[in-house]
């Protein structure tokens, strides 16, 4: 939709008189938000206020009930936290682009259990104090072709791939339960740590729209919507971007934006095999730089 209004609105402009930039850069008689359409190098730094969703269950060798938790509510994990993300954009040609991001966020909470909670082969006694850790990471290369271009505003079609690096960590005292040729035996309680991860390679398939709404206010919009089966991945995945950013000068902006990534997944691999939904959401107030 965001694409459609831009080139709808776009097209009305008296700006509107060129297909493209120099291959250089940015032409010196635009205005300082268009010359953000066009400089090779933009990078973009900023400060993004956190708010998480992860929940799952993980199937153990002896226990196969795969009970849902929801860490956010056992453990308080979707507690806001500001974290740093990165940005940066190579203009190879004025209608082909590379853009490489990346994202850490990492959450830890103490709780102690009104009741046993059960995590693979382990099941977590109540009244012990559990420690919850999640933690991912998110690096995202795409290959950029902009097929719809004019001095204040192009479209953008976008391949590539977004890799998600999510880890689960739940510690505290805990019985395990073992198969064995006898059947399954519990073993005495003890001080358990149990971590899963899930390396997740996700292709990107999208549209990212821009445009010089005014001389020193630049619009930014981006969707990608995707299903996957493969290699023990079945899910599907969403990322929605926007952002607004004001030009105080030729080669720098602020901004702020919104950036919203949802995941569902039913997973069968050596390091999880279980159901998994995780996502993260927030406000990102950023430098924007050109050159």
Not at 179 to 207: K, Y
Request: cysteine-free; hydrophobic content about 40%; aromatic content about 12%.
């Amino acid at each position: 939709m965001a694409a459609v209004i831009i080139a709808v609105l776009g097209s009305t402009s008296i700006n509107a008189q060129t297909n493209s930039a120099p291959e250089g850069g940015a032409s010196a008689g635009t205005s300082p938000s268009e010359k953000l359409l066009n400089y090779r190098f933009v990078v973009t730094l900023g400060e993004f206020a956190v708010v998480s969703s992860i929940n799952g269950s993980l199937s153990g060798s002896a226990n196969t009930s795969e009970r849902n938790i929801d860490f956010d509510k056992r453990f308080g994990t979707d507690v806001d936290q500001t974290r740093w993300r990165a940005e940066a954009l190579w203009r190879i040609t004025p209608t082909q682009h590379l853009r490489f991001s990346y994202f850490n966020h990492d959450v830890q909470r103490t709780r102690t259990l009104d009741q046993d909670l059960v995590w693979g082969n382990y099941t977590l006694l109540a009244g012990a104090q559990v420690t919850a850790e999640t933690k991912f990471q998110v690096y995202e290369l795409d290959y950029e072709f902009a097929f719809l271009r004019r001095p204040n505003y192009q479209i953008v079609a976008v391949a590539g791939i977004h890799f998600d690096d999510l880890t689960l960590k739940l510690s505290g005292n805990a019985s395990l339960v073992i198969d064995t040729p006898m059947g399954p035996v519990e073993q005495p309680p003890a001080f358990a740590n149990e971590s899963n991860s899930v390396p997740a390679p996700l292709p990107v398939l999208g549209l990212r729209a821009e445009w010089a709404v005014l001389p020193r206010i630049y619009l930014e919009a981006a969707g990608q919507v995707f299903a996957i089966s493969f290699e023990g991945i079945n899910g599907n995945w969403s990322d929605l971007r926007a952002g607004a950013t004001w030009m105080f000068s030729d080669h720098f902006g602020i901004g702020v934006g919104y950036n919203r990534f949802a995941a569902h997944a039913d997973l069968s691999k050596l390091s999880f095999t279980g159901r998994l939904n995780f996502g993260y959401q927030g406000l990102l107030i950023y430098v924007k730089g050109g050159f």
